[in-house]
Every structure is written in structure tokens, then in C-alpha cells.
């Protein structure tokens, strides 16, 4: 492997995209099994027990850990997928699971106590208590932070904490409130939280009207594009929404997450690894992102200035932003 400088986790959605991860020089990868007990529940996505095997074997043999992802929240009195997601990771060889709700946390650690816990960005851990809590109840070993916090109040919280930490490096933003949307339920019915679909495919539609494409979530225009304008997929906290007689991106705008530009800084502040988001993207954009990031953690590895390279097509929108690193939540 190629000298570490921030652990680098990439994501993984099909097992063609953890071989792409892999090659392009991921540390470590993380992925999900093919139903409800992670949170990137789309169709055409994720691993069956078998796939997760070979997936895990393949990142073995060159020295790579995979991560497994069952961070949704299980319904009340169905907590049967979400242990058996727990066991089958474990029996594949998971270097670590990745857990949000408590039942489940409890679970992983009275039957699988030798199995690695990590806290998913959604349990929304953002303070010293909180995180805490998780290490002291269920000896969580690293914590992956929420988008909310800047640079000075990662690393306060690695010092207070002694937890590892894995932050957001590049990919979506989001309304920053992991764990906690509820956006598309209410036009869905669909839980984003216990069954991983946040504006599930099944529910959208793109339609020409009066020269303009339309973009609807279930019953709901979320945003209209001109003729020749990208239309972006319809999540609701990306959408255009009419206030006070204007149209304007009230929660978020599509930008993309992109921290090339302050690695330094992220490991000064006792980060240890590093977290690209896209588990729905294609294995294009595994494999160029991935391959960017190592060769930036390589250079910066042995001294050197990172190379030069640009994102901008990579990211949502095609605009690219530091996020509450530089500026905090506001």
C-alpha cells in the first residue's frame, strides 16, 4: 500500500465498484447489503451475503479493509434484518460495521464483541457527551462526524474524545442533518431512516411542459429547468421552492463537498481518515475521485505538494464548496 497520510474510505455500491476502489488505491472501502438496513437502499445497488464475501476477499488479498453499513433504524418490533445484517456481515469477515440505532449497537456488541464498531454519520454525534455515550456503552471505535462542524471543532473533539474520527472529504452536502430528515417520507411514504430510500427512483418523474422539464418527487414539481439546463435529481432538500413570491433553493443548493484543498489542515487537527461520499454513483466516478485522493495523500505523504487536479465535473452541480469546515454551521 502507498504511504498512508489520512486513512481513505471510499464507497462501494455494487461489487464492480469495489473492485474500481480497490485498484484506484481506496485504503479502506465501505458498502451495504441489498435491502433495508442501509441507508442507500436504491435499486441495482448494494451486496447480496455472497457478493460481500468475494467483495471482502478481493480487498484482503491487497491489503484493504471493507466496512459494512447498516445505519438505518429499524421499525418498532422488526429488528430481525438489521441483527441478521449484523451477523452475515460479520461471518463474511467485515474489517468493522458501521451502526446508528441503539438496539442495533446493543446487539453488535453482546454477539459479536470482537467485531469493530463504528458510529454512522447518522446517529448524528456532533459533541464530546454524545460521543461519549456510544464508546462507554458499546466501545464504539470510531466516530464519523456530521457536516456541521469547522476544522477547530473536529479537532477539539479528537482531543476530548480520544475516539478516531472520519470526516466528509468530497461528495454531497445535504441539509446537514444526518439521521434526522424526514423530507421524503412526507412526499413518498417512504422512511429514508429505516428503509434507505431517500427520493426513491420508483417515485420519479421528469416531465415537458410549456418548453421546461419538470422535475417531481412522487405528486411534487421540485424544480423546473430551461431547455438545455441540467436537470438535477429531485431530493427535496435540493429542490426550488416559491417563499415570499420567489423561487430559490431554501434548504440547499446542489453544490458538491470537495476537501483536496485543506488535507493538511484536516490531519493537523487529528482526523483519521478520510470519507468520499457516492455508494449511487458509477464506477467512473469511484475510480477518478478515488485515484485523486490517493495521489494527493501519497504526495502529501512524502512531503511534496499534491498534484494539481480538478473535481469540478465530479461534483453536484458542478460546483464545489468547503462546507462548515472553513465557516462552522450557521
Known sequence: MSPRYLELVCPAGTPAALRAAVDAGADTVYCGFRDCTNARNYPGLNFDPDELREGIGYAHERGRHVLVAINTFPRAGDQGPWQRAVDEAAAAGADAVILADLGVLDYATRRHPGLRRHLSVQASAANAPSIAFYREHFGI?????????????????????????????????????????????????????????????????YVERNGEVLSRLGT?????????????????????????????????????????????????????????????????????????????????ARGEPPPAAALTGETEGGRETAGAYRRGWR
Open 141 to 205: 471505535r470510531r466516530v464519523v462526524l456530521p457536516r456541521v462542524l469547522s476544522i477547530a471543532e473536529v479537532a477539539a473533539l479528537v482531543e476530548e474524545t480520544g475516539v478516531e474520527t472520519e470526516v466528509f472529504a468530497f461528495g454531497s452536502v445535504g441539509p446537514m442533518s444526518e439521521g434526522r430528515c424526514f423530507l421524503s417520507s412526507y412526499l413518498t411514504g417512504l422512511s429514508p431512516t429505516s428503509e434507505g430510500a431517500c427520493a426513491p427512483a420508483s417515485h420519479v418523474a
Open 220 to 300: 411534487t414539481t421540485l424544480n423546473r429547468f430551461a431547455p438545455g439546463e441540467p436537470a438535477a435529481y429531485p431530493t427535496p432538500c435540493k429542490g426550488r421552492y416559491v417563499t415570499l413570491g420567489r423561487a430559490s433553493y431554501l434548504f440547499e443548493e446542489p453544490v458538491g463537498l470537495n476537501a483536496l484543498g485543506f488535507l493538511p489542515e484536516l490531519k493537523a487537527a487529528g482526523v483519521t481518515a478520510l470519507k468520499i461520499e457516492g455508494r449511487q454513483r458509477s464506477r467512473a466516478y469511484v475510480s477518478q475521485v478515488v485515484g485523486t485522493f490517493r495521489a494527493a495523500l501519497d504526495a502529501l
